[in-house]
């Protein structure tokens, strides 16, 4: 049995669920993370939260000779580690339980550090089998520094297939999403995603916006109803989804117009090279300007 789906087993976790990787660390942005799902979601929703730590190693600057004789120095930069962590961890699960979710579908992890940061994020992202990674604006700089990297692709040479959540500050968060779709495969994966992390939150409004080439909107229709057939395939009430088609050079410029003036509070997108092709690097076209431009609401991504 897999790991995940062993420890799952206690976890109370069904087909039914929706599995999400929280990112916690000591830099008070990674709350923003917790802060937005507790603030999107109902604590009655099917969520199942794992709240992901990952500490410093306490073998790291050490001498291999103290790490083999000193025990008593290990154990306690050990525990030193732990305490800190764990301090953190409770602090999230406190916003989360403030908003009434239930204490026996938050799972807390605490993972030393082993290849990096970002690299233990993306690895525990496949071996968990996520339905979401959900990152504050802190986390996303170090995912983007490893995944642009040249590292990234002797370490991670598979597609990177866990949807990413990265989370701004805000005050309030609105519950309605614009789903931005272009006719490529990212862009219906995001929109299956979409519908089958949103299928039981009845107050969320989805509009799907397909932003075409000038002279080039043929094919909207069957863009938008490709989008609309994820989405009721996963349960979304034809009543919860809208539907726009605005005809610009500049996709990524009218995205946030849009995401801007209808205060929505998620933009979800596929993730994709400029040549359209499904890529393991965060960056694109589009998606690039999404990620240093909206700070205003959480961004989707979806490979």
Same mark, same amino acid.
């Given at each position: 049995?897999?790991?995940?789906?062993?420890?799952?087993?206690?976890?109370?976790?069904?087909?039914?669920?929706?599995?999400?990787?929280?990112?916690?660390?000591?830099?008070?942005?990674?709350?923003?993370?917790?802060?937005?799902?507790?603030?999107?979601?109902?604590?009655?929703?099917?969520?199942?939260?794992?709240?992901?730590?990952?500490?410093?190693?306490?073998?790291?600057?050490?001498?291999?000779?103290?790490?083999?004789? %000193?025990?008593?120095?290990?154990?306690?930069?050990?525990?030193?580690?732990?305490?800190?962590?764990?301090?953190?961890?409770?602090?999230?699960?406190?916003?989360?339980? /403030?908003?009434?979710?239930?204490?026996?579908?938050?799972?807390?992890?605490?993972?030393?550090?082993?290849?990096?940061?970002?690299?233990?994020?993306?690895?525990?992202?496949?071996?968990?089998?996520?339905?979401?990674?959900?990152?504050?604006?802190?986390?996303?700089?170090?995912?983007?520094?490893?995944?642009?990297?040249?590292?990234?692709?002797?370490?991670?040479?598979?597609?990177?297939?866990?949807?990413?959540?990265?989370?701004?500050?805000?005050?309030? &968060? %609105?519950?309605?999403?614009?789903?931005?779709?272009?006719?490529?495969?990212?862009?219906?994966?995001?929109?299956?995603? &979409?519908?089958?992390?949103?299928?039981?939150?009845?107050?969320? !409004?989805?509009?799907? /916006?397909?932003?075409?080439?000038?002279?080039?909107?043929?094919?909207?229709?069957?863009?938008?109803?490709?989008?609309?057939?994820?989405?009721?395939?996963?349960?979304?009430?034809?009543?919860?989804?809208?539907?726009?088609?605005?005809?610009?050079?500049?996709?990524?410029?009218?995205?946030?117009?849009?995401?801007?003036?209808?205060?929505?509070?998620? &933009?979800?997108?596929? !993730?994709?090279?400029?040549?359209?092709?499904?890529?393991?690097?965060?960056?694109?076209?589009?998606?690039? &300007?999404?990620?240093?431009?909206?700070?205003?609401?959480?961004?989707?991504?979806?490979?």
């Amino acid at each position: 049995m897999p790991a995940r789906l062993a420890d799952m087993k206690t976890f109370g976790e069904d087909a039914m669920d929706r599995h999400v990787l929280l990112t916690i660390s000591d830099d008070v942005s990674s709350l923003q993370a917790v802060r937005f799902t507790a603030g999107y979601f109902t604590g009655a929703s099917r969520l199942l939260l794992t709240l992901l730590y990952i500490a410093s190693n306490p073998k790291a600057g050490l001498p291999e000779s103290e790490i083999i004789h %000193n025990h008593n120095s290990l154990n306690q930069r050990t525990a030193q580690a732990k305490a800190r962590a764990q301090a953190v961890l409770d602090k999230a699960e406190e916003l989360l339980l /403030l908003k009434h979710f239930p204490a026996d579908r938050i799972h807390k992890k605490i993972a030393f550090k082993q290849l990096g940061t970002a690299t233990d994020i993306i690895q525990e992202s496949i071996s968990g089998m996520y339905d979401a990674v959900v990152l504050g604006r802190r986390g996303l700089s170090r995912l983007e520094e490893f995944i642009s990297g040249s590292v990234s692709r002797e370490i991670f040479s598979a597609p990177m297939e866990v949807p990413l959540w990265i989370c701004r500050r805000q005050e309030r &968060v %609105n519950p309605h999403l614009l789903l931005c779709v272009d006719g490529s495969p990212s862009g219906r994966r995001c929109a299956d995603h &979409v519908g089958f992390m949103l299928r039981e939150e009845a107050r969320h !409004r989805i509009d799907i /916006l397909h932003v075409a080439t000038p002279g080039t909107g043929t094919a909207a229709g069957k863009i938008l109803e490709e989008a609309r057939c994820a989405l009721e395939a996963n349960g979304i009430a034809p009543e919860r989804i809208g539907e726009k088609v605005i005809e610009s050079p500049a996709a990524a410029k009218t995205i946030l117009d849009q995401a801007l003036t209808g205060g929505y509070g998620v &933009v979800a997108a596929g !993730r994709k090279t400029p040549d359209g092709a499904a890529s393991t690097r965060i960056t694109g076209s589009s998606s690039t &300007v999404l990620l240093k431009s909206l700070d205003f609401a959480a961004l989707w991504i979806s490979a």
